[in-house]
């Protein structure tokens, strides 16, 4: 509606690269906790219990936070009746859910300056709001723009006298796509001091009213006039008489169905006395415009600013490039294609055209990083979150510009911004393989998942459910993959959540049943094994879950069956060891052949360290002095406690990362003092292995956890074998060195 394009009313202007401001932190905690701040009125309607008085501005973005959390309805909307805390100024509730009766109540007292009650949800219309705003004397007075876009006129209680007359302070109005006719623009072209007017998509049908405004309209909106009749001569005499007309939108959605330039467009342009001052005109969606004639135009109009010339043909040359002073939103470059996606992000199908154009030029040209570009493809992505068409050309524009190297550098908000935003399109989307597969291209980043702030929970979820929807190989390992690494970001409550849902542990151990059915050693069943193995971690629902869907009998002949690769094993035994923490579920795994393949493994020479001391902690938890009493062969414990001791001492630490826990908690039963002494010394190895990795961190959680005092316990006790006192005195070497030079 003006020359700058859609403009949020009273959004924050944040930094992406920036942390979030102080008072938006505050104002999302508040949003997050209004149950607990207010009381409930007698019609179930939210008042804060006790509040001060908010700056103007602070209220503003209090509502315009609630809006973007969701939170807003006819209930939480009751906080802003009244004008003593909370006054409102410049508000926006685009798409929210709410009721006539609600936004009279709440909204109608203040003196607004600016609404935006575009496509509101629920039983509003245009004349409620209309009554509402009138019916406040001080409203009628300050209000100076308001944008109804997409509601319905009147309702069957309406009051049929639509009349935007009383609002004498409007300059600004959209109406667009609302069932607006001849008479009510006749009625809005009264009003005194309008001089931005939106009527694209109505039912009008002549535009002579108009005239009325001839002294004051500087910005007239009106695509989509489809019910428009009049002559060629009488629509450019109309606007050839808005002396004042800067900005002039008669561009074109439907480029399917009529894109052929109508003669109105085409004279217009060759016409150097229409609209000499023109500054703004935009023509998108009508084909047939060409550079040549556009040349001429631009000459006879020095003041020009911008050109809509998307879908149109136009635009090749250098004078049309927008890099100067004429911004030009069009599909030759990527500054033209950055302006169609900020300009044209409430329209669909414009925006859908941009989309394509931007993903055929990052497939064909190294564009470099482009922050910019992907915050425009995001906004889109939220605008039309049902789309189809806009869902799947985004999408693979998402990839596009994130892909490898590109992402690095990236804000990280943005990033997070753009990442929840894909797993909302995949809920939105579940049975469409291709966006599916786009947002899964997008995901398949170590960095964004390592790195990017989002819920990682939710998306692991919902990752899972497009596992179980499709067979596609190519899917099913991106799925993997992706759930494989968001998993071992989870702490340890949100693991219990994902691992206590047995569709998912039954889902995991289909496709490591189908991968090892066949033989394979590949990236699908590795992720698959990690899945799985950090979904038991600390979890004893999810380790029950595992064997009770045959989880023991497959990874048995895993064993076997994958007895030359050591990253299958040891994710194998990984597992087992998680398993073999829970002391319940001790009896699944005391079965004799076994506990001897593991003890095989546990010291033969030929296996990795990493095999031999995923083996060992299975057989230490199982032959611990705690939990359930050993039910085999004693001789075989007494041989399983000699050689796990044994073997311990033996082991040489990787160079590489082998593991890392989340927590020391499975290990301090194993340090007992009543513990054999292989057991202990199996738990010991674990944790100076972690603490040389990373001495600093591993420190911090063995103090916060007690760890440290055990240890101490453990060193103090006479009885001790002497490897496992001084395996626990260099841990605590380890970790006083640390904090003395901290």
Known sequence: MDEDGPQSLCGPCEDEDGPPSLSGLCLECVCRNLQALCSVRSDGSLQLSSCPAFPQELSDLLIHTMVQQGALD?????????????????????????????????????????????????????????????????????????????????????????????????????????QLDDSGLEDICSLPMLDSLDISGTAVTDLTPLLNLKTRLRSLTAHGLHHLDMSTASLLSILSNLEQLRQLDISNDRLDMDSESPAVVLQLLEGPQILPALESLDVSGWSGVSDAVLKPFLEARRGMRFLGLLATGAGASDFLSGEGNLKVAGEFNLTQLCEALRRYREREVLLQRALLHLHNLTNQLDTGSQPDVLKLVCAGMQTHSGSVGVQLVSTACVFNLTNLELV???????????????????????????????????????????????????????????????????????????????????????????????????????????????????????????????????????????????????????????????????????????????????????????????????????????????????????????????????????????????????????????????????????????????????????????????????????????????????????????????????????????????
């Open 74 to 178: 006819d209930r939480t909307l009751g906080v802003f009746r009244g004008t003593e805390c909370l006054r409102l100024k410049r508000v926006s509730i685009r798409s929210c859910r709410l009721s006539a009766g609600a936004f009279r109540r709440a909204l109608c007292s203040h003196r607004l300056t600016e609404l935006d009650a575009s496509r509101l949800r629920g039983d509003i219309t245009v004349s409620d709001i209309l009554q509402g705003l009138s019916s406040n004397q001080q409203c009628r007075q300050s209000l100076q723009r308001l944008t109804l876009t997409g509601l319905d006129l009147l309702s069957s209680n309406s009051d049929p006298s639509l009349s935007f007359s009383s609002l004498r302070a409007l300059r600004s109005l959209g109406v667009a796509w609302t």
């Open 408 to 742: 690095v550098g990236m804000p990280l908000r943005l990033l997070g911004n753009v990442v929840q935003q894909l797993i909302t399109t995949m809920k939105n989307f579940p049975n469409h393989e291709r966006i599916q597969k786009n947002c899964l291209l997008a995901l398949c980043s170590d960095y964004i998942l390592q790195t990017v702030p989002f819920n990682r929970y939710e998306a692991a979820k919902q990752v899972m459910m497009c596992l179980s929807l499709y067979e596609d190989q190519t899917l099913q390992r991106m799925s993997v993959a992706v759930v494989s690494l968001l998993v071992s970001k989870l702490s340890v409550e949100e693991i219990g959540q994902l691992g206590a849902d047995e569709f998912i542990i039954k889902q995991l151990l289909s496709i490591v049943q189908q991968r090892a059915s066949v033989g394979a050693v590949d990236s699908t069943l590795k992720f698959a094994l990690s899945a799985l193995w950090n979904l038991t971690d600390e979890t004893p629902k999810a380790c029950r879950m595992f064997l009770q869907n045959q989880g023991l009998e497959l990874y048995t002949e895993l064993l076997e069956t994958y007895f030359f690769d050591s990253s299958v094993q040891q994710k194998v035994l990984g597992l087992l060891n998680n398993v073999a923490e829970v002391e319940d579920l001790h009896e699944w795994l005391m079965e004799e052949d076994l506990l001897k393949y593991i003890l095989a493994l546990l010291h033969s020479p030929v296996v990795e360290v990493g095999v031999s001391y995923f083996a060992g902690g299975v057989l230490a938890n199982l032959t611990s002095s705690r939990g359930p009493e050993w039910r085999l062969d004693a001789e075989l414990r007494n041989t399983i406690l000699n050689k796990l001791h044994n073997s311990v001492i033996s082991w040489t630490p990787p160079d590489h990362e082998m593991v890392s826990y989340r927590s020391f908690q499975p290990f301090y039963p194993l340090l007992d003092c009543s513990q054999p002494s292989g057991v202990q010394l199996w738990a010991l190895w674990g944790i100076q292995l972690v603490v040389r990795q990373s001495v600093s961190d591993y420190s911090t959680l063995l103090e916060n956890e007690g760890g440290l005092h055990k240890l101490r316990d453990l060193i103090s006790d006479p009885s001790i074998h002497t490897d496992v006192h001084s395996l626990a005195l260099n841990i605590l070497c380890l970790v006083e060195t640390q904090q003395n030079c901290s």
